[in-house]
């Protein structure tokens, strides 16, 4: 898969900016806004109707401006591996025929599901940011006084970052830190096996935190769905850490009370 430097310096195999603006979910953008609902219906609400249909016309002017103007940035890096379950594991076999385990929790209850079955032969790690160029855009907005155009930029770079995700890796995309993946130390493991930050210019923080912010990382297995794992026994928590091969007191920050 490609190594994408602007979407909107389209090279072969990339989508376009447009592709990738058709695949927005407006759903989340209103969301962000503290008005909640979908296209179309949303338009037609009494009491939000009104405030919605300025949401979204005000955003489609501003994505024609990020578009060209080019003024912000989708840079990714994706890529398959042959891989297989063991246990509540993930095992990929990389390029120079080395194996990298990438641990997992199970649910303690319910269907007791782990990333790991849906392991199907590959997985694809991938690591996506639509943040590049937003902050400097931010701070020119904000030095105007306006607000509002600031976080205007900051919500449509998230939703095309996860609009660009969409429109390659159609199907079950598990971020590292999200429920069916809660650890977000997994991302350094990404970013490692992917050579990340050198390829992208994205960034991990001490506490697993991806600058610039607009960002997803994880793991893409096509024939998954969503779940939470909820929160691990301490036994399993244990268990974990020693696969991860990190102190227990860095497992369980994870896991706040």
Not at 23 to 51: Q, Y
Not at 79 to 105: C, N, Q, W
Not at 169 to 177: D, N, S, T
Not at 217 to 230: A, D, N, Q, R, T
Request: glycine share 8%; net charge negative.
């Amino acid at each position: 898969m490609p190594v994408l430097h602007g979407v909107v310096a389209k090279q072969s195999g990339e989508p376009s900016m447009e592709t990738v603006r058709g695949n927005i979910n407006w759903a989340f953008f209103f969301a962000a806004w503290g008005v909640p609902g979908k296209l179309p219906d949303i338009f037609d609400h009494p009491t939000r109707g009104e405030e919605a249909h300025k949401l979204y016309d005000d955003a489609q002017r501003m994505l024609d401006r990020l578009i060209n103007e080019r003024l912000i940035e989708v840079r990714s890096v994706i890529e398959t591996f042959p891989a297989r379950a063991e246990g509540d594991d993930v095992v990929l076999t990389l390029p120079d025929g080395t194996e990298r385990r990438l641990a997992m929790l199970r649910q303690e209850d319910g269907d007791r599901l782990s990333v790991a079955d849906f392991v199907d032969g590959e997985a694809t790690l991938f690591a996506i940011c639509g943040g590049f160029g937003v902050e400097e855009l931010c701070k020119q907005y904000r030095a105007e006084g306006d607000e509002y155009n600031a976080l205007m930029v900051k919500f449509l770079a998230d939703r095309l970052t996860e609009a660009y995700a969409e429109t390659m890796l159609e199907g079950c995309r598990i971020a590292f830190g999200y429920p069916s993946a809660p650890d977000h130390t997994l991302k350094r493991d990404v970013f490692e096996i992917l050579d990340v930050e050198a390829k992208t210019g994205m960034r991990l923080t001490e506490s697993c935190m991806i600058v610039p912010g607009e960002a997803i990382c994880g793991i893409y297995l096509p024939k998954g769905h969503y779940f939470s794992v909820g929160r691990p026994s301490d036994a399993q928590l244990a268990s974990y850490a020693q696969r991860r091969s990190l102190p227990i007191d860095v497992i369980q920050s994870q896991f706040p009370l």
